[in-house]
């Protein structure tokens, strides 16, 4: 059986999400690949994804999101309004995931990253030491956004919330959470990044 870590399958799922239209069927099932990608390695069996499966399909059908204009009877809808809708409810698998970490040529030559909180995560970790603890990552992390540094908005009671690259005025914020920085930290290490 492929490994669900596999590249094809996760360029896959990624695909999918980023497309315009896609059927509910296929966002829940990338949905739920890229998630349990991103979790430590241990083996969920075949039904329990299925049932997660299913449970996310039920739910991005129960939205009533926009349909595709062009073939309404489809029933494909938009991975970007479920995302929308996810954001606060559910966990968004991160878009970044699929970016090669950019190898720096030069010394002084600048590292770019596939998003714009990569950065800062690893600031953090700088400033705690090399430490990986998540309470004081995100406590590290509150401070830059106080400081109103970049691409932080504001600190609420749910998280911190964070512009994305392709952020504009008047768009939702991303949230930072505990569970979602312990998911970005486990992407980073195995990026090689920390």
Do not use: C
């Amino acid at each position: 059986m492929t490994k669900l870590t596999s590249k094809p399958i996760l360029k896959k799922a990624s695909g999918i999400l980023a497309q315009e239209f896609a059927m509910p069927k296929d966002i829940a099932w990338a949905w739920v690949t890229l998630l349990l990608s991103q979790e430590e390695q241990k083996r969920d069996s075949e039904e329990k994804r299925y049932a997660r499966i299913a449970e996310f399909e039920a739910w991005i059908t129960e939205l009533n999101l926009p349909a595709d204009p062009k073939n309404p009877e489809s029933g494909a809808v938009s991975p970007e309004a479920v995302k929308n809708s996810a954001r606060n409810v559910f966990e968004w698998p991160h878009e970044y995931i699929f970016d090669e970490p950019v190898a720096a040529k030069h010394p002084d030559s600048k590292v770019t990253y596939g998003d714009t909180i990569t950065k800062p995560i690893l600031d953090a970790i700088k400033d705690a030491g090399g430490s990986d603890d998540r309470l004081a990552l995100i406590t590290i992390l509150e401070g830059y956004a106080k400081e109103g540094k970049e691409p932080f908005a504001n600190v609420t009671s749910e998280g911190i919330e964070w512009k994305g690259s392709n952020w504009s005025e008047g768009d939702k914020f991303n949230l930072l959470t505990i569970k979602t920085l312990n998911n970005r930290l486990a992407n980073l290490k195995k990026r090689g990044l920390i």
